[in-house]
């Protein structure tokens, strides 16, 4: 009982950390509901400069 109650204090701790809480309805999101537009855009623009390096890759003939 006291180990479990431990390593539940544990996950409260990081959960805290990342900027959640147990009571929010974010669904499982790691990233606070308000942060969530600026990481969607961070997302797109990464997997922009992904499609873009894979397409220069591509005609440079060199494998994926």
Known sequence: MVQAQQELDSMRAQLAKLGGS??????GLIVPQSQ?????????????AVKYNETFFRYLGAPI
């Open 22 to 27: 147990e009571d929010s309805a974010s669904g």
């Open 36 to 48: 969530v537009p600026e990481a969607g855009l961070e997302y797109v623009r990464k997997l922009r």
